[in-house]
């Protein structure tokens, strides 16, 4: 009997957060012979996933509770045995050791309950929520049961739920940050994806992830420093959720002595709730920037400042947090922005289709509305209009941006920013389309995100000019710190060293790829 | 406003996390106060409440 070419071994019920199972996932496959490995909850979506991974199924009987560890190898088949069965062993290793762990906390104590983690912890004061969204809801609504603010950085939490949970948390002066929250930072402790700068008198209120991150970048390169950045969650600010938690957020902020300038941050919020906070920055009393990305709210009035794009917003805040003239400081920005098209020059005009590459859902976004004034319409998995929307996200279309923080593609997969894989092999694809002529793509670093995502890139960026020599121009921003984890000079050397044109923001990125290929 | 966000915001985070180890290492390298909960499942609501609620309505 010829022996199978795939291993599957179920431990009964032992859970592991999908971060860590996806990590040690993706260091088995560094293991020669591996050609597909997965550790996932035996839930039925995870069943799906297997199943298109192509493991046979077949008499696997997990529950949502056991952990099903499934290996397989494409070697010849004397050899198969010994190397699943060793791929079992290393699995299993990481798991009590898991790859990536950026700090010695392997050791410490785990209460098993809320009310056990509360005697550890006398005082805390925040949840930090990352379980499945199934359960998120749930343990969420007993955290605020015991008093706890809390940040919701799970996805899949139905609005009904979120509403609900954000009622009861409103009714006890609680925040809720999210769901689908991945930055938060309270007096400066960065928490999910987030960047390490320094603390200061601007505080922000984000509908907006990674518009957050690029927000509290852009004041550090000024050099002003964040006390607090509270996420919401996208969704806050629609009609079905009314805007409780940014309205929460932004009162809380406004009463706050220490915070000298407020930012309120995300898409265009739903007319009411524009409104509202609109309302409510007004009769504060206090310098605030709205950053409405793309919004068609114009003019400032009476100290506060209506901005459209990210860098803007944070230049607008920096100047105000000096005592300068905001007004003053966007025109100065959007004065250098021209000096781009100089560079483009010097870079050298190419022909053909952009393709962007993101990571972050905020920066995607504003991708799209800078290149579109100066191209036309850009087609995207997440499009400004509908419309433009691609058909397969896999499949670039004239100008296109694709957004890799999507669900699509993080379903059984780490988020782009932690996981740089599927965006180094877009890259080469994307070059060997004849048609192309800048690519242009977004590097997040901070906390919780990859170690190396350049390094990681580079990887594609090599093929890619193999195969595409110097037809294709490649743009991209970093948006990070040199007190990051990362360290945001390294992560531009090595692009520089491979001849890729950085940029010290997602708004100058955007604006130099499109002009390279203007005209 | 409420006491509860206040102190939050004047004393800084003291965190509980449940989920993403990776989280609580970051908390640790920036020194902040923080435990990290042994979570699963069954042990923390979720399903097993949602199962308890439907029982206690008589269903199944």
Not at chain 1, 165 to 173: F, H, N, Q, R, V
Not at chain 1, 266 to 275: D, H, L
Not at chain 1, 286 to 309: N, Q, T, W, Y
């Amino acid at each position: 009997m010829p022996s199978s070419n795939q291993r599957i071994e179920i431990i009964r019920r032992t859970y592991y957060d999908s971060v860590t199972l996806m990590l040690v996932a993706k260091e088995l496959l560094k293991t020669g012979g591996v050609s597909v490995a997965s550790l996932s909850m035996g839930t039925e979506a995870n069943y799906k996933i297997m199943g298109s991974g192509g493991f046979d199924l077949g008499g696997v009987d997990a529950t949502p509770n056991d952990l099903i560890i499934a290996v397989k190898t494409d070697v010849p088949e004397g050899e198969r045995e010994a190397l699943l069965e060793g791929a079992l062993e290393k699995a299993k290793e990481y798991l009590a050791n898991p790859p990536g762990r950026k700090a010695d906390s392997g050791g410490d104590y785990r209460p098993k309950s809320l009310d056990g983690a509360l005697s550890v912890l006398p005082g805390a004061n925040l949840a930090l929520i990352s379980v499945a969204g199934k359960y998120a809801g749930d343990v969420a609504m007993d955290c605020i049961g015991k008093g706890l603010n809390v940040m919701l950085y799970s996805d899949n939490v139905p609005v009904e739920k979120e509403v609900e949970i954000k009622k009861a948390a409103a009714e006890k002066g609680l925040l809720v940050m999210g769901p689908d929250c991945g930055t938060i930072i309270v007096r400066g402790v960065a928490m999910g994806m987030a960047n390490a700068c320094p603390t200061g008198p601007v505080s922000i209120v984000a509908a907006a992830g990674t518009g957050l991150q690029e927000v509290h970048v852009q004041l550090a390169k000024r050099g002003v420093g964040v006390l607090h950045g509270i996420g919401t969650g996208g969704r806050d600010v629609r009609r079905e959720v009314g805007g409780i938690m940014c309205l929460q957020a932004v009162n809380a902020l406004l009463a706050d002595d220490e915070v000298k300038v407020l930012t309120v941050l995300g898409k265009p919020p739903a007319p009411e709730v524009e409104q509202k906070i609109l309302q409510a920055v007004k009769a504060g009393k206090k310098p605030a920037v709205l950053g409405f990305i793309g919004g068609e709210a114009k003019g400032d009035s009476g100290g506060v400042f209506i901005c459209r794009e990210l860098e803007e917003t944070a230049a607008v805040a920096a100047a105000l947090a000096k005592g300068e003239d905001g007004a003053r400081a966007r025109e100065n920005l959007f004065r250098e922005y021209e000096s781009l098209r100089q560079r483009a020059e010097t870079i050298g005009r190419r022909k053909g289709f952009l393709r962007g590459l993101y990571s972050g859902g905020t920066l995607c976004y504003e991708g799209q509305l800078i290149a579109r004034d100066i191209l036309g319409p850009i087609r995207s998995n997440t499009p400004l209009e509908k419309e433009m929307k691609l058909e397969d996200s896999l499949k670039s279309e004239q100008h296109s941006m694709v957004d890799y923080g999507e669900d699509e593609f993080t379903q059984g997969r780490l988020h782009p920013m932690i996981d740089v894989s599927l965006r180094a092999e877009r890259i080469y694809e994307e070059a060997k389309d004849p048609e192309v002529g800048v690519i242009l793509f977004d590097v997040v670093l901070g906390y919780g995100c990859n170690d190396n995502p350049a390094a990681g890139l580079a990887e594609g960026i090599r093929k890619a000019q193999s195969a595409a020599g110097d037809r294709i121009a490649f743009v991209a921003s970093i948006c990070g710190v040199d007190t990051d984890p990362q360290n945001a000079s390294e992560q531009r050397r090595i692009l520089e060293e491979l001849g890729v044109h950085v940029c010290e923001s997602n708004a100058r990125a955007a604006r130099l790829a499109a002009m390279i290929l203007e005209g | 406003m409420t006491m509860s966000m206040t102190k939050l915001l004047k004393e800084g985070p003291k965190v509980v996390n449940i989920g993403v180890e990776q989280f609580y290492a970051d908390l640790k390298t920036q020194k902040a106060e923080a435990v990290s909960m042994d979570w699963k499942p069954s042990a923390a609501g979720g399903d097993l409440l949602a199962r308890l609620k439907k029982l206690r309505k008589g269903g199944n």
